[in-house]
Structures are given as C-alpha cells and as structure tokens.
C-alpha cells in the first residue's frame, strides 16, 4: 500500500504542537536561564567613601588604627570582609591613612611606638611611619586610601575589585 503524499490530520496536528512547544520553550527557557545565572556571572566592584569619625579622633603624630568591614555579593555568596586603617595626622591638615595589610603577604601590621614602625608578624616586615619598607621581605611601600575632610569628619576611600 503506497504511503499518501499529503500529511494526516494525525501527522499536521503532531507537527503543529511540536513546533508550538518548542517556540514556547525557547520563549520561557532562554530568561529562565538567564535569570539562573546572571548573579553567578556579576562580578561586584566595591567603590565607597567611609567615614572615619572625628578627624579630632586621630591625634597629631601618632597612627591609629580604624577597623571596618564591609559586605560583598557575589553571586549567590555574601561575605563581610575586614578591613583596617592607619591614620597617620602628621599635621593638622595633613592625613594620611594606610592599608593595615603587609605588601608582601597581606598579613596584618601593627604600629610600634616605641621601635616607630609598623611590623608584620609573617616575616619581620617593618615599614616606617610614612609607610616606606625599613627591612623585610615586602616588595613596596603600606598602600594608602584616598582621604577626604568634610565637616570635621574623615573619610577614607575604599576600592575593591
């Protein structure tokens, strides 16, 4: 028996719905997925000015320390990082805030005041009070934050990613 030349009823109407299906599935699927992953595919960058108190706060020719933390999304993940400062006054106008973190591997420096250096516990680190590396293994100088003044309150400007 020789096969007709002209679609069925059956065969037309199981074309038709596939065909449907598929347009309806591309048309749900394709924002779904992107909705799956766009926050896995966002890649945050931290751009923010924060306040550091009373510039009064800081005394004149001493560094001291200004601990802060900050929350990150990334993706699906939230961290809150810690952060840390030293704000050096070195006149009444004049501030300078460093990065607490050592340049060589990124642990964290304390002020001495009675050596006036900044040590990094890892590897003996020592930086001066303006941040220049005195001895060590670090490679450069204590990075700095970008400062401001308004109001008699200090800011520090922190930039990730």
């Given at each position: ?105 990124s642990c964290r420096v304390t002020w001495l005041e009675e050596e006036q250096v900044y040590l990094c516990p890892c590897?003996?680190g020592e930086f001066d009070i303006d941040g220049t590396v005195v001895s060590g293994p670090p490679p450069r100088p ?20």
């Amino acid at each position: 028996m020789a096969k007709s030349p002209h679609l069925s009823r059956n065969e037309f109407v199981k074309i038709v719905v596939a065909f449907l299906g598929t347009i309806m599935g591309v048309v749900i699927g394709f924002p779904a997925i992107g909705y799956l992953l766009s926050p896995a595919l966002k890649k945050e960058s931290l751009d923010a000015w924060i306040s550091a108190g009373p510039i009064e706060s800081y005394p004149v020719g001493t560094p001291t320390l200004f601990k802060f933390t900050r929350t990150t999304i990334n993706g699906w993940e939230k961290t809150v990082n810690s952060y840390g400062a030293y704000i050096y006054r070195e006149t009444e106008q004049k501030v300078t805030a460093f990065d607490n973190t050592c340049t060589h591997l990124s642990c964290r420096v304390t002020w001495l005041e009675e050596e006036q250096v900044y040590l990094c516990p890892c590897h003996d680190g020592e930086f001066d009070i303006d941040g220049t590396v005195v001895s060590g293994p670090p490679p450069r100088p204590l990075d700095r934050f970008e400062t401001k003044v308004e109001d008699e309150t200090l800011f520090i400007r922190l930039e990730v990613g």
